[in-house]
C-alpha cells in the first residue's frame, strides 16, 4: 500500500505562487510514475503535471510555463511549484502515485487551492 499526503494549498492572489508537497509513506519503493491532479467545482479531475521515475515532466497545455513538478526520491515526496496563478487554477489538488507491478493507483485527500481576482 502507498499513503499519500498533500499539504501547501491555501488562498492566494492572481499572479501570486503557491508551492505544493506530497509526502508519501508505506510500499514507496514501488512507485512508479507520480503526478498532480486538480479538480474544480463542478469539473471532472483533470491531470496538471506527471513525472516519472526517471524524471520525465509532462504538463497540462494550460499550466505549461507556470508550474513546475518535481521529486525527491530520497525523501519520497513530490511537490508542485506554481507561479503565476490565475483565478481558472482554483481547484481541489489531489497527489497521485502509480505504484506496484500491475499498476494500482493512490490518492491523497487534497488541498485546496484558491486564486482570487
Known amino acids: 500500500q502507498v499513503q499519500l499526503v498533500e499539504s501547501g494549498g491555501g488562498l492566494v492572489q492572481a499572479g501570486g505562487s503557491l508551492r505544493l508537497s506530497c509526502a508519501a509513506s508505506g510500499s514507496i519503493f514501488s512507485i512508479n510514475a507520480m503526478g498532480w491532479y486538480r479538480q474544480a467545482p463542478g469539473k471532472q479531475r483533470e491531470l ?3 513525472i516519472t521515475s526517471g524524471g520525465t515532466t509532462n504538463y497540462a497545455d ?6 513546475t ?16 496563478l490565475k483565478p481558472e487554477d482554483t481547484a481541489v489538488y489531489y497527489c ?6 500491475s ?3 493512490a490518492w491523497g485527500q487534497g488541498t485546496l487551492v484558491i486564486v482570487s481576482s
Do not use: E, H, P, T
Not at 497521485?96 to 507491478?101: C, R
Open 48 to 50: 496538471v503535471a506527471a
Open 62 to 67: 494550460s499550466v505549461k510555463g507556470r508550474f
Open 69 to 84: 513538478i518535481s521529486r525527491d526520491n530520497a525523501k519520497s515526496s513530490l511537490y508542485l511549484q506554481m507561479n503565476s
Open 96 to 101: 497521485n502515485a502509480d505504484w506496484g507491478q
Open 103 to 105: 499498476g494500482l493507483d
